[in-house]
Every structure is written in structure tokens, then in C-alpha cells.
């Protein structure tokens, strides 16, 4: 195989009561937002939350490495979120132990915002789109439910507007699963997503269950165009989960189980413009179908489970969570709603492992709060198509992401701030029988943040933070001699994107105040994104990419 080579992650509540709080948490979110964000791969215009406070999220991806255009690091947040809190369920989604993670009474959080964004610029992959707005609104929160529970719950609501959209109705068109159909337009289109997602679990005599469920519901469509392109997408979930509390050093092992489902279709109606579709299965060259009268639907129907297991401890005033847990995921794929549809497939295999450690210290009259977590994940998958026999496409991927969180709060002054830093390796081994083509991408994303915010007299602080993280890579991939015009244009440049190397930085700014028992903020944020320095691999994309978005919320 030929390849170029380019060197470039109070008293006793009744029952009715503890429900009415769970009720309580979940419709004050409702209120404020009715749609959602996806669940991943997310766009650059979705709000961004630090990882600890999704990872129960029961919708989650599962046995699937989406890959993302590189992004400016996430930032502490000072002013915005508390710090970070580690456990089986805040680390590991275990919810049979929120009722431990969440088991203070002044555990409790609740957060609602509004969100405007835009996203623009050619440095680019083909099936992204080549400008986004959207409004968001959103609700989180937490807190215990009587003595001996706890419940957290998440609404969000989303809408986006592609002036120029990109040219497939994939939802996420850029995951391990080598399979998606692209066409030859790209019509302005809005995208509407609705998210609804929560978790609820008691403890009792050192035993302690939980469930976690979730729904995902996104309907798209063009504007004005003389082709119609129409999706739906529905994604389901479910984490069930239990604990036991040890003897010793405050331990606790877990089990737990997870589920998501999708079925996204996908039409083209082309009234009175016609287009051609390409499916793309690898790095064959795809054949151009016509569609013209009678349109096109494609139907995906996804199903992926999760099995594993938690253990939380305290050694040596130092709190630990791990965790570990094997992955399948299932896909179909096929054009027409029969009882026998010609059925290209998608099979995939995997682990996750993931730890984390936080120690609270005193330093020169502060507290110093030191997190530290990492995650590794691995996959295998296979594709099949339904004209032909045998595997067609394989692909061995592996994710392994550290972070290092440190915070400083001095007890008298002013000032508080905060460094995250760390990095991530990605690899991506795929290789097309058919073709008889193979990439090798092996890619790292140092990444650094600093934040440091101010109070200014009673109830007002105010902050600033800038980051930035490189992507840099060792690879092989195929020389764009061996591909076809079709692939060139609509996948080789994503290829030549990830292989390649890229910058990314942001800076933010935040105010808040302190308003009775609310506190009301306004935050700022800004990234770039440019191709690195070295050589430009050929058919990559050129010129930058620039995302903003402006927030203003309320912490009940």
C-alpha cells in the first residue's frame, strides 16, 4: 500500500415530598428549555460543561470515537460551576451511588442559561457545515432528596441555523462507523434538538441503587430550497446501577449496566432540483446514484450496551474513584422500509477505564484542591456491505485522555484561580479491504488553561481565562493519487485534516453577582482555530475557523 507520511482528547420528609423535590428540580429546568443538545459528537456552537458534570449522562456514546474539530481547553470555570467533585457517580456514571456522592444536604447545585453562538471559516472538514448559529437554552441541577437520596436532572434546548449546511443528512457524519451518504448540495437548513435526562437513587444499610434515563429527539429540515431534505433522529438511554459500602477506607464497590438506542431517517426529495448521492464505505471510490422523482430515505438503527464496574475509597486523605466496563455497539443501515432491506452493517467491540484522585491541601493560608483523572478507551469494529460478502472495512481505534486540575482559594484575599492541563492520545488504525488502502493516525492534543478571577467589594467578582491546545500527529495515509475525485472531494480532506496538525485558543471573560439568594452572570467566550506549523498535507482545508458565544445565567 502507498502511503504520504506527515509528522505533525430537617424532620423525615414523606415519600410524597421526596418526590415532589425530585418533580421540583426537573420542572424548574423545564420551564426554561423544551429541546437539547445532542449527545455527541456535540458542534462547536453546543454549550460546554466541565466533564465531571455530564459524565452520568445516560446518553452518553458508547463504543463510538467521534472525532472533533480540535478546540480551545475547557476552562475552570470559576465563577460559573463549583469545583470538581469525583465518586462512582461523578466519575464513573455509576447511578447507584449518587445517593453517596450527593449525600450532604448543602450538596446541591442549580443552574439555568441562555446561549448564543456562531461558528465560521473555511479550515473545515467537507460534511461539516460551513457556518452555524444557534440559541440555546439550558437548566442543570442537583440536590438530596430526604435523608437518604438524590436525584440530578438536565434539560436543554437548542436550535441551529445552517445558512449553508453541509452535504449529508448524518447527524454525526464524522464517528468510527466508515459508513454515510453525502450528496452534491448543501441547502440552508434548522436544525431543531430537544434533551431531557436525569437520575434518581436512595441508599439503606450501606447498599445503594440508582436508575438513569434519557431521551434525545432532533427533527431538521430546509429552508427555502428547491430540494427537500428532511431528518429524525430519536436516541434513548438507561443506566441502572447499585453499590455496596465496605468496611474499609470509606469504600465502596459498584456494578453497572448501560443502554442507548438510536433510529435517525433521513429523506431527499428533490422537487424540482435533482442531486446525486455518494455513499461513502471507506476509501473506495463511491459510485454517484441519481435521485430525481421518486427521492431517497435512508434508515439507521443503532443499539449499543455497556457492562462494568466502581470503586470509590478514601486512602491517606485522598479520594479515589475507578472504574471499568466492555462495550458493543450495533449498527444498520439500509434505503427502503421492507421486511428484507438490503442491509449494510456496522459491528464494534470495546473497553473503557477510567480513575481519578483529589486531595484538598492548605498552602501559605489557602486551600489548594488538586484533581487529577484519566480515561482509555479502545475499540474494534468491522463493516459489511450488503453487495458484498466478507468484512470490508476494519478499524482499531484507541483514546487515552489525562487531566490535572488545581484550583487555589486563599482564605483573605481577593483572588482565586485556577490551572487545568493535559493532554490526550488518539489512534486511529483503519484499513479498506476493498480498496486495498489503510491510514495510520496517531495524534496528540497537549492542552493548557489558566482562569483567574477577582472579587470586587461584597457580591461582585469578575474573571478572565485564556487557553490553547495543539494537535499534532504522526501518520500515513494514502496518497491522493490512489483516490478517486469523488472521495477527494467529499472525505480525503478530513483525512488529510486529521493527520495534519492545528492550534486552537480561547479566551473568555465572566462577571457576577450576587443578588439575594441568586447570583446572575453574564460570560464572554472566543476560539480560533488555524492549521499548525510544518508542512500542509495535500486536499487539506486552509484559512481558520472562528467560533463565539455569549452566556448569560442564574444559579437559583
Given at each position: ?85 469525583i465518586g462512582a457517580f461523578w466519575t464513573a456514571g455509576n447511578p447507584g451511588a449518587i445517593a453517596f456522592d450527593i449525600a450532604d444536604s448543602t450538596a446541591r447545585f442549580a443552574e439555568l442559561r441562555a446561549t448564543s453562538a456562531r461558528e465560521s471559516g473555511s479550515y473545515r472538514r467537507p460534511l461539516d457545515p460551513a457556518r452555524a448559529e444557534a440559541l440555546q ?159 431517497l430515505l435512508r434508515r439507521i438503527e443503532t443499539d449499543a450496551r455497556a457492562a462494568g464496574g466502581s470503586l470509590s475509597l478514601t486512602v491517606a486523605r485522598t479520594s479515589l474513584a ?235
Amino acid at each position: 500500500m502507498k502511503h504520504s507520511r506527515a509528522r505533525t482528547a430537617l424532620g423525615r420528609p414523606s415519600l410524597a415530598r421526596r418526590l415532589g423535590s425530585v418533580a421540583l428540580l426537573l420542572g424548574a429546568a423545564s420551564a426554561h428549555a423544551q429541546a437539547a443538545q445532542p449527545a455527541a459528537p456535540s458542534r462547536a456552537t453546543d454549550t460546554r460543561l466541565p466533564a465531571w458534570m455530564l459524565a452520568w449522562s445516560p446518553l452518553a456514546p458508547i463504543a463510538d470515537h467521534p472525532r472533533a474539530l480540535t478546540r480551545a481547553p475547557h476552562g475552570a470555570d470559576l465563577l460559573t460551576a463549583p469545583s470538581p467533585s469525583i465518586g462512582a457517580f461523578w466519575t464513573a456514571g455509576n447511578p447507584g451511588a449518587i445517593a453517596f456522592d450527593i449525600a450532604d444536604s448543602t450538596a446541591r447545585f442549580a443552574e439555568l442559561r441562555a446561549t448564543s453562538a456562531r461558528e465560521s471559516g473555511s479550515y473545515r472538514r467537507p460534511l461539516d457545515p460551513a457556518r452555524a448559529e444557534a440559541l440555546q437554552l439550558s437548566g442543570l441541577g442537583w440536590r438530596p432528596v430526604g435523608t437518604r437520596g438524590a436525584a440530578v436532572g438536565r434539560v436543554v434546548a437548542d436550535q441551529e441555523e445552517l445558512p449553508v449546511s453541509a452535504p449529508t443528512w448524518r447527524v454525526a457524519p464524522y464517528v468510527s462507523n466508515p459508513l454515510v451518504i453525502a450528496d452534491t448540495v448543501s441547502p440552508p437548513t434548522r436544525h431543531i434538538r430537544a434533551r431531557l435526562e436525569g437520575a434518581i437513587g436512595w441508599r439503606a444499610r450501606g447498599w445503594g441503587a440508582g436508575l438513569a434515563t434519557g431521551v434525545e429527539t432532533r427533527d431538521f429540515r430546509t429552508r427555502d430550497f428547491p430540494l427537500r431534505r428532511v431528518g429524525r433522529v430519536a436516541l434513548p438511554g438507561a443506566t441502572l446501577g447499585v453499590t455496596r459500602a465496605l468496611p474499609v477506607a470509606q469504600a465502596r464497590v459498584g456494578a453497572y449496566a448501560r443502554w442507548t438506542a438510536s433510529n435517525e431517517t433521513g429523506s431527499l426529495t428533490p422537487r424540482p432540483l435533482t442531486t446525486a448521492v455518494f455513499p461513502v464505505q471507506g476509501y473506495e471510490e463511491p459510485e454517484s446514484l441519481r435521485v430525481e422523482i421518486t427521492g431517497l430515505l435512508r434508515r439507521i438503527e443503532t443499539d449499543a450496551r455497556a457492562a462494568g464496574g466502581s470503586l470509590s475509597l478514601t486512602v491517606a486523605r485522598t479520594s479515589l474513584a475507578l472504574y471499568g466496563e466492555r462495550t458493543r455497539r450495533r449498527e444498520d443501515q439500509f434505503s427502503q422500509l421492507s421486511a428484507t432491506p438490503a442491509t449494510d452493517r456496522w459491528r464494534a467491540t470495546g473497553a473503557a477505564y477510567g480513575a481519578a484522585a483529589q486531595r484538598a491541601l492548605g498552602l501559605l493560608g489557602a486551600r489548594l484542591l488538586v484533581t487529577a483523572t484519566t480515561r482509555y478507551t479502545t475499540l474494534d469494529g468491522d463493516a459489511t456491505r450488503a453487495d458484498l460478502a466478507g468484512t470490508i472495512f476494519r478499524a482499531a481505534e484507541s483514546t487515552l485522555a489525562a487531566t490535572l486540575d488545581v484550583r487555589l482559594v486563599p482564605r483573605t484575599s481577593p483572588w482565586s484561580a485556577a490551572v487545568i492541563a493535559g493532554t490526550a492520545r488518539d489512534s486511529y488504525d483503519r484499513r479498506d479491504f476493498v480498496a486495498e488502502l489503510a491510514s495510520d493516525v496517531e495524534a496528540w492534543t497537549p492542552h493548557a488553561a489558566l482562569e483567574v478571577a477577582r472579587s470586587v467589594g461584597a457580591s461582585t467578582r469578575v474573571s478572565f481565562g485564556y487557553g490553547a491546545t495543539q494537535h499534532v500527529t504522526t501518520s500515513r495515509i494514502p496518497s491522493p493519487a490512489e483516490l478517486g475525485p469523488a472521495y477527494r472531494r467529499l472525505a480525503a480532506p478530513e483525512l488529510a485534516l486529521t493527520a495534519g496538525a492545528s492550534l486552537a485558543h480561547g479566551g473568555s471573560l465572566a462577571i457576577s453577582r450576587r443578588a439575594r439568594r441568586s447570583t446572575v452572570w453574564l460570560r464572554a467566550r472566543a476560539e480560533s482555530l488555524r492549521p499548525g506549523s510544518g508542512a500542509t498535507l495535500s486536499l487539506a482545508p486552509a484559512g481558520s475557523r472562528t467560533l463565539w458565544n455569549v452566556s448569560l445565567g442564574v444559579n437559583p
